[in-house]
């Protein structure tokens, strides 16, 4: 143990950390442009931006540089940013001049962004990010990147509870554990020159997370909770061995790579593609797609294979299926392994559209819960539908709320869905007695 | 004495003389399942009323329903003159109808004898703030203890006093919930399949039991599978069949009606006509020979 | 090796062992277990969001003090009132539902209070990730001790610290005892007979669903209680001391006792802070000293070891000895039948 510890350390030594962005990773951006004469959106250059506590302190000020953008270090908290009229190009306006400040809120490790919109004298117009349809979009389209993304969690959680009935409180570890699995992949093909292309040694990291994600599901029951269940372990109990679990893989996965955030080399400095009205990144785009196609997958392997059959017969009845000369005990070792390399895809996707840190999957584990519960318990669909609607529900929220808060609508909205329906939206009310 | 039912018609919903429990238009499905639908029973006061029928006939259902741990889709009950449709379990087991279940629901990691307290109805402890200060309960728990105590005599469970009740046998067990019930002096007790699981050894003594208490006056009805123990103990026999009550009567009627041969044995004929059968009541009013298959 | 070993002060780690063992985290962590002890161990209630209790009881003194300025025994009585709200909360709409229902809804309360506290919203009441420091002194003026520092043969305590240990630990001594009155109370009985089966507790004429809620009350306002003990001997409540780990501390606290127990969440808190003490102890000494090489563990790790050693208790405890140190095996056995 001790010895593979330290060729861990050392791997890791040998691995080039990729450096961080340069521009602030908290703070505010403030973007400045206008559509010239030929719409061609043009950035509104060494324009002052001011930044004041809601108590109106100043906290720091910038100017735009050449692509009209300014980036700003600032706390956590409630700020109003403001712009300089009088330094803005010439004929170029506030297109409301009264607004020229804005409230913005800052969450730990974002870039909150301020819009003005701007007005070129001529007539023609706009900063086009103001437009709301653009942001539902835009919002809608998160929504469901971060519910796929989810629902890779979701899908192996809801089997589990369906083939067992345990709650697996470890699984947000299992999705940590394959982001580090692939960001160590990764590293290692960049390392040996298999990174020639850049995508390439991402798609490679992400297809060895899974192996390593479903091995270490594979392990998982057959050296902990299948010997629980022979034992006739209570299911509270082996609740709480997985809350066990996920505590000491969490903190071994901190002390190994320790606090800071991580991204993914292959990834990192990408711009977003527009679509549209829609800006998404190449690898979010890429992710997405996969995503779709693994639950597909994994959808017709439910339906159609053997072993699928296999596995929602155990989830129906498993006596019944025990009885019917189904290897219970295969099929859950299975499900063990299918939910390990799901969560551990999901882990590499979450974490190429945003870091690699050791609590990036505890931070999940309530949405998974919340899109879990409001699918039904043990359903694979109703987890899919469940996370999509929580995915969405938090970005589009954001129209609404603080975005710091986006998380607690998702929250309130599991406890509301488990008290007016407790089956979830697509789980089956259960026979009593 | 149990009343008379010689004069009551041997069909499905006949009215009794004395009724405790009167149950009509009973429905619950499970999804498109309809598990029970009785139109009518009446249960008559002091008497042993078996409910049998065949696997899957909603027998358990219909007990959880009556008592209520399952909400019906509609009908109403009536025990004792009262409507109890939005009565919840823990009412009904204060205003005198206790039950106990097909799986037994010892309480495993309490002594015997807190088992036995637990029954006991109106305890004073059992509010918080009282519960605080011994005084004002513990001249009640004495009278308590000491019905315990003589009620496990009776069950020959006292030499099991400070066990665990988990430590039991499975027939001790129902012995255990069958005392722990009496604790309340309940008017009607309901028993989920009493002898399920127990060794042959103790039925004997269980079914001594259950007559005794019809002796106290309480009116039993139990669920049973094994027609010998309906035929040995019981006054009257409900019959359900696919959630519906199929046949009325007592035991001697109820082994040569049609429809309950059917139902046991698989209907050979036409799958309307059985439903018929039910709904019509068709039970061949008995011979003058009723009396005697037994005999 | 004996060369080396010689080189560690043991004393000191003794000396650190002892007042941890005593000190302001294991009497709020063993007062904080008796809450989850009433919930879990006696009434089988699966609570695992107890951290938010300790949060609203903590929030709820600190803001009554330093944010409304009202008199500081109020704000003891608040902070009780809001665990008692968030019992409320909790229990009226998901104890009819199943167990399992609980652990999910009491662990997303959990977050969400953590979440508000931090929030911008709610700035103006609790100072967001800052938090509130003004709200402990007016206690402390009740203090007897004035020394700076009470150092005593292996306790090692400053004189706030050893004054709000001392009230502590006689507050949940004294908690402890009220557990102990009411399991041998018909309340008590019916509480375990929910825990071992609902339906028989109900079949029977208790109304499970009120005893329940009864728990849980009482329980979150000892959760409460724990948590005001905490933020007033830091003397100040930041909304990141509530994470959901906390919980499982908790959790790992009670059943290292054993679960059910009236005085296991005291013995299993002061095992339980005693040994992580021990172990870091051990461990900062060795690294000082250059006896486990910085590759393998810094100064800084000793302390992310603590939790890897938390974690990996619970694991083992649960699987191996899940009635805890001083339970019956017996009394655990019956649970498989």
């Given at each position: 143990m001790a010895g593979l510890m330290m060729v861990v350390v050392a791997f890791l030594m040998a691995v080039p950390f990729p450096a961080l962005g340069q521009e602030a990773e908290q703070g505010i951006r403030v973007k400045l442009q206008y559509r010239d004469a030929q719409n061609e959106n043009q950035p509104a250059v060494g324009v002052t931006v001011l930044v004041a506590t809601a108590d109106g302190v100043e906290v720091g000020s910038g100017v735009t540089g050449e692509t009209g953008e300014v980036a700003l270090a600032t706390e956590t908290g409630r700020f109003k940013v403001s712009i300089d009229p009088s330094t803005l190009p010439e004929g170029i306006t506030l297109k409301d001049p009264a607004a020229a400040s804005r409230d913005v809120t800052v969450d730990t490790g974002r870039l909150a962004v301020a819009l003005f919109p701007l007005e070129a004298s001529d007539g023609a117009v706009i900063l086009v990010e103001s437009d709301t349809m653009r942001r539902v979009l835009q919002l809608i389209t998160e929504g469901i990147k971060l519910g796929l993304f989810l629902a890779m969690g979701a899908i192996g959680l809801s089997l589990i509870f369906g083939t067992t009935g345990l709650v697996n409180f470890a699984h947000a570890e299992m999705v940590t554990w394959g982001m580090f699995a692939a960001f160590m992949a990764e590293g290692f093909a960049t390392a040996i020159g298999l990174g020639g292309s850049k995508t390439f040694s991402l798609a490679l990291a992400a297809v060895i997370a899974m192996v390593v994600g479903g091995a270490t599901g594979w392990l998982l029951d057959a050296v902990l909770f299948s010997r629980l269940r022979k034992r006739g372990t209570s299911l509270i109990s082996q609740m709480v061995v997985s809350i066990g679990l996920g505590i000491l893989a969490r903190y071994v996965i901190l002390y190994v790579f320790g606090g800071s955030s991580r991204f993914?080399?292959?990834?990192?400095?990408?711009?977003?593609?527009?679509?549209?009205?829609?800006?998404?990144?190449?690898?979010?785009l890429i992710s997405v797609g996969l995503s779709v196609g693994v639950l597909v997958l994994v959808g017709l392997a439910l339906q159609r294979t053997r072993i699928g059959r296999a596995m929602r017969a155990v989830a129906d009845n498993r006596d019944l299926a025990e009885s019917s000369g189904i290897d219970v005990q295969r099929v859950i070792r299975l499900v063990w392994a299918v939910g390990g390399a799901l969560a551990a895809l999901g882990g590499v996707f979450l974490g190429q559209a945003d870091q690699v840190q050791w609590e990036s999957g505890t931070r999940v584990l309530l949405l998974i819960f919340a899109g879990v519960t409001l699918g039904g318990l043990g359903t694979a669909y109703g987890a899919l539908v469940g996370c999509l609607a929580i995915g969405m529900g938090i970005q589009v929220s954001t129209l609404f709320i603080p975005s710091e808060l986006k998380n607690l609508g998702a929250l309130f909205l599991m406890i509301f869905v488990l008290l007016i329906r407790p089956q979830g939206i697509l789980g089956r009310k259960q026979r009593i007695g | 004495m149990p009343a008379d039912l010689s004069s009551v018609a041997p069909e499905p919903g006949s009215a009794k003389p004395d009724p405790i429990l009167q149950v009509e238009g009973m429905r619950r499905s499970f999804g498109g399942l309809v598990a029970v639908d009785v139109e009518k029973v009446e249960i008559q006061r002091g008497i042993?009323?078996?409910?049998?029928?065949?696997?899957?006939?909603?027998?358990?259902?219909?007990?959880?329903?009556?008592?209520?741990?399952?909400?019906?889709?509609?009908?109403?009950?009536?025990?004792?003159?009262?409507?109890?449709?939005?009565?919840?379990?823990?009412?009904?087991?204060r205003m005198g109808m206790v039950r106990t279940f097909q799986l037994t629901k010892s309480l495993t990691k309490l002594s015997v004898?807190?088992?036995?307290?637990?029954?006991?109805?109106?305890?004073?402890?059992?509010?918080?703030?009282?519960?605080?200060?011994?005084?004002?309960?513990?001249?009640?728990?004495?009278?308590?203890?000491?019905?315990?105590?003589?009620?496990?005599?009776?069950?020959?469970?006292?030499?099991?006093?400070?066990?665990?009740?988990?430590?039991?046998?499975?027939?001790?067990?129902?012995?255990?919930?069958?005392?722990?019930?009496?604790?309340?002096?309940?008017?009607?007790?309901?028993?989920?399949?009493?002898?399920?699981?127990?060794?042959?050894?103790?039925?004997?003594?269980?079914?001594?039991?259950?007559?005794?208490?019809?002796?106290?006056?309480?009116?039993?009805?139990?669920?049973?599978?094994?027609?010998?123990?309906?035929?040995?103990i019981s006054d009257w026999v409900v019959v359900m069949a696919e959630g519906r009550v199929i046949a009325e009567g007592p035991h001697e009627t109820i082994g040569k009606n049609q429809a309950v041969i059917d139902a046991y044995l698989g209907a050979h004929h036409d799958a309307d006509l059985d439903l018929d059968a039910g709904e019509e009541a068709v039970i061949p009013p008995p011979e003058d020979s009723a009396n005697g298959e037994e005999e | 090796m004996t060369v080396l070993l010689a080189a560690v002060d043991w004393g000191q780690i003794f000396k650190l062992t002892v007042s941890s063992s005593l000190g302001v985290d294991a009497m709020v962590f063993a007062m904080a277990a008796i809450g989850l002890n009433i919930h879990f161990g006696y009434t089988?209630?699966?609570?695992?969001?107890?951290?938010?209790?300790?949060?609203?009881?903590?929030?709820?003194?600190?803001?009554?003090?330093?944010?409304?300025?009202?008199?500081?025994?109020?704000?003891?009585?608040?902070?009780?009132?809001?665990?008692?709200?968030?019992?409320?909360?909790?229990?009226?709409?998901?104890?009819?539902?199943?167990?399992?229902?609980?652990?999910i809804v009491t662990i997303a309360a959990s977050e969400i209070i953590r979440l508000l506290a931090r929030s911008t919203t709610l700035r103006p009441w609790t100072r967001g990730t800052e938090g509130l420091n003004e709200f402990a002194g007016e206690f402390y003026n009740l203090s007897p001790f004035d020394k700076n520092l009470y150092d005593w043969g292996p306790f090692f305590f400053t004189a706030n610290n050893l004054f709000i240990v001392i009230v502590g630990w006689i507050t949940t001594v004294l908690m402890a005892l009220l557990v102990w009155q009411l399991m041998r109370s018909p309340w008590g009985r019916v509480l375990k007979a929910i825990r071992e089966d609902e339906d028989a507790a109900r079949a029977l004429g208790k109304n499970a669903y009120w005893y329940k809620l009864q728990a849980l009350m009482l329980g979150g306002a000892i959760g409460g209680a724990a948590g005001m003990f905490q933020v007033i001997a830091k003397s100040t409540v930041q909304p990141d001391t509530f994470q959901p780990v906390i919980t499982f501390f908790i959790w790992t606290v009670l059943v290292l006792g054993g679960v059910g127990r009236v005085w296991s969440p005291i013995v299993g808190s002061m095992i339980f802070w005693g040994l992580l003490a021990l172990v870091e102890n051990i461990l900062r000494q060795f690294v000082n000293e250059g006896f486990i090489s910085s590759v393998i563990m810094d100064s800084n790790q000793v302390g992310i070891f603590r939790f890897i050693t938390v974690g990996l208790g619970l694991m083992t405890l649960m699987v191996f000895r899940p009635q805890g140190i001083f339970g019956s095996r017996e009394e655990m056995a019956l649970d498989a039948r």
């Open positions: 993914f080399a292959s990834v990192s400095g990408q711009r977003a593609m527009k679509f549209g009205l829609v800006e998404i990144t190449a690898s979010d | 042993i009323t078996a409910l049998i029928g065949p696997n899957g006939a909603g027998k358990t259902t219909f007990f959880n329903l009556l008592t209520g741990f399952d909400e019906p889709d509609g009908g109403t009950r009536v025990f004792d003159g009262k409507n109890i449709d939005s009565k919840t379990p823990h009412q009904l087991a004898i807190d088992n036995m307290k637990l029954g006991a109805k109106g305890q004073r402890g059992e509010s918080f703030l009282v519960s605080i200060i011994p005084p004002l309960w513990s001249a009640q728990e004495r009278e308590i203890e000491a019905r315990a105590d003589d009620l496990l005599r009776r069950f020959k469970l006292d030499h099991m006093r400070e066990q665990y009740a988990g430590t039991l046998s499975g027939g001790q067990r129902k012995l255990l919930e069958m005392a722990r019930a009496l604790m309340s002096s309940p008017s009607v007790i309901c028993l989920d399949e009493p002898m399920a699981g127990v060794n042959p050894a103790l039925t004997q003594s269980l079914l001594e039991h259950v007559k005794s208490l019809r002796e106290e006056g309480i009116t039993v009805i139990f669920v049973e599978h094994d027609m010998d123990v309906v035929r040995d | 089988g209630l699966l609570n695992f969001g107890h951290v938010g209790f300790m949060a609203v009881g903590g929030y709820g003194v600190g803001v009554a003090i330093a944010t409304w300025g009202l008199n500081p025994y109020l704000g003891l009585l608040i902070g009780i009132v809001f665990a008692l709200i968030l019992a409320l909360l909790l229990g009226l709409p998901t104890l009819r539902l199943r167990a399992d229902y609980l652990a």
